[in-house]
């Protein structure tokens, strides 16, 4: 058991999660609202032994520094790499401090909204950004079926979306870091990044945070009366080549303003942002929070 454990900004644990942090720590304190500097989050911690953590806070060598009880740090979000990770995993380790975190909790509700603003797009449901009736994206309403989309990084929920868009019909080819080999037993061809941007209509990029692979080749390459979609939790481009692919004939969609990058183009006819985490769902939070809580009794039970 922890002697304390402090969650320093809101970690959307389900009422029966929060329980249960009671039976793990001697002291548990949950704020509710993110701390705005270094030292708010010192203070926050002061002597306890485990910390929670969302996405939306950045835990530094600066902060876990002057935290010297510190054993073990909960990111209640994902984690895939330590270089894409809000926390200083390297440093932290350095000091024998446990950092965990989850994956695949939130990728049902990404898929949905691909499939959901696709559809829309392809058949001209809603209306556009500046408030005027949408079109169909090819002047008639068309399906999925035949549709030629490129996923970039087949991890978990890039797999599912190629999964899903195969169900409808789509022929999808992928960029990865490696090959797939079930990925192609199922259809999807491997393509070299530019060649998968030249020869599909829509684009997904589904990568880590922080990973940038969309620079000016990688547009040229893409062209003109195109879709992109970004599923990640930042931009995958260059700013300035990104800038001037929107100017054209192009539509760019995802779901959160750290997604798109600059808080100026969220009025762009080009862009279309709902602003809205959409892999926060009920049941994401269920699924996060029953993580979170295996992951602290792992560690308890090794400790």
Known sequence: M?????????VSLIPMAEKKLQSLAEEVILYEDMPSSVNEIVKRIGDADAVLLSYTTTLGKDAIAQCPNIVYIGMCCSLYTPESANVDIEYANSR???VTGIRDYGDEGVVEYVISELVNALHGFGINPDGSPRTPWNGLPSEITGLKVGIVGLGKSGGMIADALHFFGAKVSYYSRTKKPEAETKGYQYL????LLSENE?????LNKNTILLHNEEFNAF?????LFNTGLSPAWDDQPFNAWLKEDNRVYCDTLGALGDKALLNHPHVNCVNISVGRTKQAFDRLSDKVIHNIESFLKKA
């Open 96 to 98: 024998n401090i446990t």
């Open 223 to 227: 062209g003109n009366h195109k879709i």
């Open 2 to 10: 922890f002697k304390k454990l402090v969650a320093i900004e809101p």
């Open 202 to 206: 829509v684009i997904i990029t589904c």
């Open 192 to 195: 070299p990044l530019k060649k």
